[in-house]
C-alpha cells in the first residue's frame, strides 16, 4: 500500500490528455497508463490537457492546462 500511495503522489504535476470528457469524473492517460481523476473545475472535453494537482489512494484531482 505504501508502494501505492507513492506512485500516486508522483503523479502530482505530471500532464496527460483527456481520453473521457470529466464531467467532472472521466479518463485520462498520462505515460502510457490510464487512469480514472475527478477534474477541479466543470467540464472538460476529450482531447484537452490536464495537469495532476492532487492524488492519493482514493482519487486524482485535475486541471485543465
Known amino acids: 500500500e505504501e508502494q501505492e500511495r507513492r506512485a500516486r503522489l508522483a503523479l502530482v504535476g505530471k500532464e496527460g490528455k483527456v481520453l473521457r ?4 469524473v472521466g479518463l485520462v492517460e498520462m505515460d502510457g ?3 480514472e481523476v475527478l477534474s477541479e473545475t466543470t467540464f472538460v472535453p476529450v482531447g484537452e ?3 495532476v494537482t492532487q492524488a ?10
Open 49 to 51: 490537457t490536464i495537469r
Open 56 to 65: 492519493d489512494l482514493m482519487q486524482i484531482k485535475v486541471r485543465r492546462v
Open 33 to 35: 497508463q490510464r487512469y
Open 21 to 24: 470528457d470529466l464531467r467532472p
